[in-house]
């Protein structure tokens, strides 16, 4: 099936002024790249004579190679004045109507070169062979991804020099995704040709009728002459390529759901605007990432300099996510106090969100199921983008905060933000705000150099426990090669980088007993992961830390596993350290590791569980599968990570240490469910006291996840231990920290290697640590047998010089004035605050 030009292309091949210098040979005249397999060429023939099409190959080449992945010969006789439809077999209707050959095999993408060629000789190109643009050429609707290409017929030759820079703009005119309306035939007024020019002031197309008032425009396709007020001005390559404009408020409609702004894609632009300006443009109106756009400008004229365009006022949260479409493109300000509730792409993409107060993971607030999928509803109304006006990934300079992030200049989660003044833009499925005014972020949620623990609550014999999740501390071979490892740091340099953050902030913690999560799994010896970490501690430090070692020489099967450390100035063990590798630990969940310590001050003793539960990721595909997501707020594997919560309890019920004192027990570590989660709950349950709920409240987090900060990472302590807590924080020197700042080496140029790193313990991981102080008991032995009279009560009490007073009458004694002695630990406690063993 073979499309014949439109009458006056076919007298233009014949003669016309427009044609007189087509191709002489033929040419790739239409392009298209859309969804799944909707892929086809369309070659055209203006040479005037007929040509035999089985001597022509359609070549592709993938991802930068210079070789052709696939090859297709093509087949008939296309007479001149005609055009011959390519098509991949798996095409949809519309397309495999017009086609006369189809091909099944994978076909090319936007970052792929395809040649046309006749034997070896290059006829035609797309693209740049031996390069990978990354995911295409050129950029908005006219780039070689997701998109329809119609080549400009005024072309006086073909690119027949595929490996030279390429730049669609130069020769193609760009339409929506999977737009095959004009394929197997070529419009006469494709050409880009200007139409009679207009003068300001002359009638013009609404803006607010562009945009209509669904998600996507009306008049997608059509060429429009629009007159208006440049308030954002975007232009240049590492820029957007473009403007906003905006009507002029006389001209506003009465529809709340119309918009009276958009985005003019004007790449090269030959005028040059500026915000203020009134300009009259021509072009053809489409779609790009969701975005109503104004591409392909043949005319643009300013007719007025100063002028001003009112922002619109808006409001944290968002009523509808509607209210965002109804003022795209649009100046607005938000006068209201923004909060950063995440920066974890500011450094790749130059983004931050932003909200009306911080946003908390739901489960970590609320019950999982309606309260949960609610407040989940209610939070996603409740922020915004603030982009950094660029398409360009990893910027060299990282323009928040004002001047430029540094490592010592940085903009936290939970900083502040006012005013906040730009256009609202929509790109890769959400809505953002491009600033007109640079923002100035306060610094509500400063660095702290320690955790802030109150000294005035803990006594000169405390001990202080933490639990720290290390993001894949890797150490190669441990003399310095083995790299790169299944996870963490890709080199030396960089695990030095890494360890050097880790130990800064492990120093400053200044804790006797610390649980770790996300050690590499490679045992104990003098090269391990563990060993390697304590000798940096000690050499930093002075002090004297030690590992923690079970009797097994690797702790589970998976790459990463929790191990124990302590200062040994300070505490030692008094039990035999182990792990449990059965029922939900066997699998997924990470074996935990138990340890009973005593005080070297206070002679009190506890045991110390740390733990590692199953993460939320890799879901079962079977939707039946009890792990998979129930969609309740609480992610997949939740009855697995419940499951682990029951066992643990268990074995820590069977005094798993063999310790000769055991009353006094903490869980420990990155639990991988948020607070109201049934891992927390069930342990909660089981006589645990959440001791973050109980000392920080509703408000505590370790973990920041899709803007939303909640805590993974707990501590929960037994009722004998909870009644010495003297005070629990989390330590944010992490989650609320860009993780551009970390040790990474890649995606940074050789400066920002250097401006954005220093060895401090900010973004030495992904997670807070929580640090628990202690005030723990000292242990009273008494040599009684099973029964004791009160008179030596008395005498315990003379030994620890504490008074008898009224409150012995309280306890209901026996006649012959003896207590059995399983009430005596209950009697010391009360009445003397100290521990009977």
């Given at each position: 099936?073979?499309?014949?030009?439109?009458?006056?292309?076919?007298?233009?091949?014949?003669?016309?002024?427009?044609?007189?210098?087509?191709?002489?040979?033929?040419?790739?005249?239409?392009?298209?790249?859309?969804?799944?397999?909707?892929?086809?060429?369309?070659?055209?023939?203006?040479?005037?004579?007929?040509?035999?099409?089985?001597?022509?190959?359609?070549?592709?080449?993938?991802?930068?190679?210079?070789?052709?992945?696939?090859?297709?010969?093509?087949?008939?006789t296309?007479?001149?004045?005609?055009?011959?439809?390519?098509?991949?077999?798996?095409?949809?209707?519309?397309?495999?109507?017009?086609?006369?050959?189809?091909?099944?095999?994978?076909?090319?993408?936007?970052?792929?070169?395809?040649?046309?060629?006749?034997?070896?000789?290059?006829?035609?190109?797309?693209?740049?062979?031996?390069?990978?643009?990354?995911?295409?050429?050129?950029?908005?609707?006219?780039?070689?991804?997701n998109?329809?290409?119609?080549?400009?017929?005024?072309?006086?030759?073909?690119?027949?020099?595929?490996?030279?820079?390429?730049?669609?703009?130069?020769?193609?005119?760009?339409?929506?995704?999977d737009?095959?309306?004009?394929l197997?035939?070529?419009?006469?007024?494709?050409?880009?040709?200007?139409?009679?020019?207009?003068?300001?002031?002359?009638?013009?197309?609404?803006?607010?009728?562009?945009?209509?008032?669904?998600?996507?425009?009306?008049?997608?396709?059509?060429?429009?002459?629009?007159?208006?007020?440049?308030?954002g001005?975007f232009?240049?390559?590492?820029?957007?390529?473009?403007?906003?404009?905006?009507?002029?408020?006389?001209?506003?409609?009465?529809?709340?759901?119309?918009?009276?702004?958009?985005?003019?894609?004007?790449?090269?632009?030959?005028?040059?605007?500026?915000?203020?300006?009134?300009?009259?443009?021509?072009?053809?109106?489409?779609?790009?990432?969701?975005?109503?756009?104004?591409?392909?400008?043949?005319?643009?004229?300013?007719?007025?300099?100063?002028?001003?365009?009112?922002?619109?006022?808006?409001?944290?949260?968002?009523?509808?996510?509607?209210?965002?479409?109804?003022?795209?493109?649009?100046?607005?300000?938000?006068?209201?106090?923004?909060?950063?509730?995440?920066?974890?792409?500011?450094?790749?993409?130059?983004?931050?969100?932003?909200?009306?107060g911080?946003?908390?993971?739901?489960?970590?607030?609320?019950?999982?199921?309606?309260?949960?999928?609610?407040?989940?509803?209610?939070?996603?109304?409740?922020?915004?983008i603030l982009?950094?006006?660029?398409?360009?990934?990893?910027?060299?300079?990282?323009?928040?905060?004002?001047?430029?992030?540094?490592?010592?200049?940085?903009?936290?989660?939970?900083?502040?933000?006012?005013?906040?003044?730009?256009?609202?833009?929509?790109?890769?499925?959400?809505?953002?705000?491009?600033?007109?005014?640079?923002?100035?972020?306060?610094?509500?949620?400063?660095?702290?150099?320690?955790?802030?623990?109150?000294d005035l609550?803990?006594?000169?014999?405390?001990?202080?426990?933490?639990?720290?999740?290390?993001?894949?501390?890797?150490?190669?071979d441990?003399?310095?090669?083995?790299?790169?490892?299944?996870?963490?740091?890709?080199?030396?340099?960089?695990?030095n980088?890494?360890?050097?953050?880790?130990?800064?902030?492990?120093?400053?913690?200044?804790?006797?007993?610390?649980?770790?999560?996300?050690?590499?799994?490679?045992?104990?010896?003098?090269?391990?992961?563990?060993?390697?970490?304590?000798?940096?501690?000690?050499?930093?430090t002075?002090?004297?830390?030690?590992?923690?070692?079970?009797?097994?020489?690797?702790?589970?099967n998976?790459?990463?596993?929790v191990?124990?450390?302590?200062?040994?100035?300070?505490?030692?063990?008094?039990?035999?350290?182990?792990?449990?590798?059965?029922?939900?630990?066997a699998?997924?969940?990470?074996?935990?590791?138990?340890?009973t310590?005593?005080?070297?001050?206070?002679?009190?003793?506890?045991?110390?569980?740390?733990?590692?539960?199953?993460?939320?990721?890799?879901?079962?595909?079977?939707?039946?599968?009890?792990?998979?997501d129930?969609?309740?707020?609480?992610?997949?594997?939740?009855?697995?990570?419940?499951?682990?919560a029951?066992?643990?309890?268990?074995?820590?019920?069977?005094?798993?240490?063999?310790?000769?004192?055991?009353?006094?027990?903490?869980?420990?570590?990155?639990l991988?469910?948020y607070?109201?989660?049934?891992?927390?709950?069930?342990?909660?349950?089981?006589?645990?006291?959440?001791?973050?709920?109980?000392?920080?409240?509703?408000?505590?987090?370790?973990?920041?996840?899709?803007?939303?900060?909640?805590?993974?990472?707990h501590?929960?302590?037994?009722?004998?231990?909870?009644?010495?807590?003297a005070?629990?924080?989390?330590?944010?020197?992490?989650?609320?920290?860009?993780?551009?700042?970390?040790?990474?080496?890649?995606?940074?140029?050789?400066?920002?290697?250097?401006?954005?790193?220093?060895?401090?313990?900010?973004?030495?991981s992904?997670?807070?640590?929580?640090?628990?102080?202690?005030?723990?008991?000292?242990?009273?032995?008494?040599?009684?047998?099973?029964?004791?009279?009160?008179?030596?009560?008395?005498?315990?009490?003379?030994?620890?010089?504490k008074?008898?007073?009224?409150a012995?009458?309280?306890?209901?004694?026996?006649?012959?004035?003896?207590?059995?002695?399983?009430?005596?630990?209950?009697?010391?406690?009360?009445?003397?605050?100290?521990?009977?063993?």
């Amino acid at each position: 099936m073979k499309f014949s030009l439109i009458t006056s292309l076919v007298l233009g091949a014949l003669g016309s002024t427009t044609l007189t210098a087509a191709p002489q040979d033929l040419f790739i005249s239409e392009y298209i790249e859309g969804s799944s397999n909707n892929k086809a060429l369309e070659i055209a023939n203006l040479s005037g004579s007929s040509i035999d099409l089985s001597h022509y190959q359609i070549r592709m080449y993938f991802n930068g190679k210079t070789t052709a992945g696939l090859s297709i010969n093509l087949s008939g006789t296309l007479p001149s004045g005609e055009v011959y439809v390519l098509a991949h077999a798996s095409a949809n209707s519309s397309i495999l109507a017009v086609a006369d050959q189809t091909q099944g095999s994978g076909w090319f993408n936007g970052d792929d070169a395809v040649v046309l060629t006749r034997g070896n000789a290059v006829i035609d190109s797309i693209g740049q062979i031996g390069v990978d643009p990354g995911s295409q050429w050129g950029s908005g609707l006219t780039s070689t991804q997701n998109n329809t290409l119609r080549r400009s017929l005024n072309i006086s030759a073909a690119d027949t020099d595929p490996s030279d820079t390429y730049s669609p703009e130069a020769q193609w005119i760009g339409y929506d995704t999977d737009n095959s309306d004009n394929l197997g035939m070529l419009e006469e007024d494709d050409t880009g040709s200007n139409p009679s020019e207009s003068q300001c002031g002359d009638d013009a197309t609404y803006i607010h009728q562009i945009q209509g008032a669904g998600e996507v425009t009306p008049m997608s396709g059509e060429e429009v002459t629009i007159e208006g007020i440049v308030v954002g001005d975007f232009n240049g390559s590492n820029a957007l390529n473009g403007f906003f404009i905006q009507e002029e408020a006389s001209d506003y409609d009465n529809d709340e759901l119309t918009s009276e702004g958009m985005f003019v894609y004007y790449p090269n632009g030959e005028v040059t605007v500026q915000d203020g300006d009134q300009v009259r443009i021509t072009g053809r109106v489409g779609e790009y990432r969701d975005m109503t756009q104004l591409s392909n400008v043949t005319n643009l004229k300013v007719c007025a300099t100063n002028l001003s365009a009112t922002p619109l006022s808006i409001l944290l949260p968002f009523t509808q996510r509607e209210n965002n479409e109804a003022i795209e493109g649009m100046k607005v300000i938000f006068e209201q106090t923004l909060t950063v509730s995440e920066n974890y792409n500011l450094g790749r993409y130059g983004e931050l969100i932003l909200s009306n107060g911080r946003l908390y993971n739901p489960t970590n607030v609320v019950a999982p199921g309606e309260a949960a999928v609610a407040m989940q509803n209610a939070n996603n109304l409740n922020q915004i983008i603030l982009d950094d006006a660029s398409t360009r990934q990893n910027p060299w300079v990282i323009p928040y905060p004002q001047p430029e992030l540094t490592a010592f200049n940085t903009v936290r989660g939970g900083d502040t933000v006012f005013g906040l003044t730009g256009i609202m833009h929509q790109a890769f499925g959400a809505y953002r705000i491009q600033a007109t005014q640079q923002p100035d972020f306060i610094p509500t949620n400063s660095r702290t150099t320690q955790p802030a623990l109150n000294d005035l609550l803990i006594n000169e014999s405390s001990i202080k426990v933490a639990s720290f999740n290390v993001l894949n501390y890797f150490n190669g071979d441990g003399q310095g090669g083995g790299f790169p490892t299944p996870r963490g740091a890709n080199n030396l340099e960089e695990f030095n980088r890494q360890s050097a953050k880790i130990i800064a902030a492990i120093a400053e913690m200044n804790a006797d007993i610390i649980g770790l999560m996300e050690l590499e799994n490679d045992g104990f010896d003098s090269d391990s992961a563990i060993a390697n970490l304590v000798n940096g501690i000690n050499q930093l430090t002075g002090k004297n830390y030690q590992f923690v070692q079970p009797t097994e020489n690797l702790v589970g099967n998976d790459a990463i596993t929790v191990g124990i450390i302590y200062d040994n100035n300070t505490v030692t063990e008094s039990g035999r350290a182990v792990s449990l590798a059965t029922g939900a630990f066997a699998d997924r969940n990470r074996q935990p590791i138990a340890q009973t310590f005593r005080s070297n001050l206070s002679n009190g003793e506890l045991t110390v569980v740390v733990n590692h539960f199953k993460s939320k990721g890799s879901c079962p595909s079977d939707a039946t599968d009890p792990n998979a997501d129930q969609q309740d707020g609480q992610g997949c594997w939740n009855p697995l990570r419940t499951q682990a919560a029951v066992e643990l309890n268990h074995w820590l019920e069977s005094n798993p240490t063999k310790a000769t004192f055991t009353v006094d027990k903490l869980i420990i570590g990155d639990l991988n469910a948020y607070t109201k989660e049934d891992p927390v709950t069930t342990l909660e349950a089981q006589g645990y006291t959440n001791l973050l709920t109980q000392f920080v409240g509703d408000s505590h987090y370790s973990y920041v996840f899709y803007g939303q900060a909640g805590a993974l990472d707990h501590a929960l302590a037994n009722a004998e231990l909870t009644a010495q807590v003297a005070d629990v924080v989390e330590w944010h020197i992490n989650a609320d920290e860009p993780r551009v700042l970390d040790y990474n080496l890649e995606y940074k140029s050789t400066a920002q290697q250097t401006s954005l790193y220093n060895a401090d313990p900010y973004r030495a991981s992904d997670h807070d640590p929580v640090i628990v102080a202690i005030n723990l008991q000292p242990e009273v032995d008494v040599n009684f047998d099973k029964k004791v009279n009160v008179k030596d009560i008395v005498a315990v009490a003379k030994n620890l010089h504490k008074p008898i007073n009224a409150a012995t009458q309280r306890f209901d004694l026996n006649q012959d004035n003896k207590i059995d002695f399983r009430d005596l630990r209950q009697v010391i406690r009360a009445v003397f605050n100290y521990r009977f063993k």
